[in-house]
Nanobody
């Protein structure tokens, strides 16, 4: 049974950092492309970052240089390190198994002073 469990969201001040985690099960994780998406209030869900099974990373322009996606195949986990956070990064962040379009439950990130 496929499952994704996200964690690590919370409230942080502008300029702060958070690290999101997503634990996967029920798939051959090491060869699977994984992604992070986000949905801000009143807006459509948008792609944030992707990491392939080979470790190739891509990012939406607004987070380049501030966010880092990574994976630990031994733990079947993907991470999103978010630095220099801005209020406009406030959203629910979702982990996704890209090839099968499977989503996690989401974790709230709020950037506010």
């Amino acid at each position: 049974q496929v499952q994704l469990v996200e964690s690590g969201g919370g409230l942080v001040q502008p300029g702060g950092s958070l690290r999101l985690s997503c634990a996967a099960s029920g798939i051959t994780f090491s060869t699977t492309s994984m992604g992070w998406f986000r949905q801000a209030p009143g807006k459509q869900r948008e792609w944030v970052a992707t990491i392939t099974g080979r470790g190739i990373r891509t990012y939406i322009g607004s987070v380049k240089g501030r966010f880092t996606i990574s994976r630990d195949n031994a733990k079947n986990a993907v991470y999103l390190q978010m630095d220099s956070l801005k209020p406009e990064d406030t959203a629910v962040y979702y982990c996704r198994i890209i090839p099968i379009d499977y989503w996690g439950q989401g974790t709230q990130v709020t950037v506010s002073s």
